[in-house]
């Protein structure tokens, strides 16, 4: 998939927000939905993407759209911060499948960092769900009200 194609409505993160497949779900708003990435690059890696854009990627999203996820993320990155005590905060977000996108629904990537961590590799090992409802708990406890 390039940057150019049709929006998929089978895509796993549609799939999430309908309620049709299962995820880790930290925190939403009348908009936007954050979840816990099951395949994890560091301990607290979180998604953020919106519920009824149909946008593949930031280039096709409306300034809207982009808005509502921008500040879901900078709303679930400091409760990040306050739960696990990161020494930093990778925020991401890719285009196109050269770009590393896999899902072709909007999204960004919220990743805590740890000086003497090494970054996982993006998309290896499937985390053990257990952990990462564990870790949503200790998050979604540090949103602000
Ligand atoms: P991309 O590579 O498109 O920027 O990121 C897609 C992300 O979605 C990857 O980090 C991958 O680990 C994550 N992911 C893929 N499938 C699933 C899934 O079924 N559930 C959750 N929670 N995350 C997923």
Redesign the pocket.
């Known amino acids: 998939m390039s940057l150019d194609g049709v929006y998929d409505s089978q895509n796993?993160f549609a799939k999430?927000v309908r309620g049709e497949?299962p995820?880790?779900r930290l925190c939403e708003d009348a908009d936007t939905l954050a979840?816990?990435?099951?395949?994890?690059?560091s301990r607290g890696?979180a998604?953020v993407i919106h519920r009824r854009s149909t946008a593949r990627n930031l280039l096709e999203a409306e300034p809207e759209t982009l808005t509502s996820v921008m500040s879901m993320t900078q709303r679930v990155a400091r409760a990040v911060r306050l739960a696990l005590n990161p020494d930093g905060i990778m925020i991401?977000?890719?285009n196109g499948a050269p770009a590393?996108?896999?899902?072709?629904h909007l999204?960004v990537?919220i990743i805590p960092r740890w000086a003497d961590q090494p970054l996982g590799r993006?998309?290896a090992g499937m985390a053990d769900i257990e952990d990462l409802k564990a870790l949503a708990a200790q998050i979604s406890a540090r949103l602000p009200a």
């Open positions: 796993i999430i497949a995820a880790v979840f816990m990435d099951v395949f994890p690059q890696h998604l991401s977000q890719f590393g996108q896999t899902v072709f999204h990537h993006h998309g």
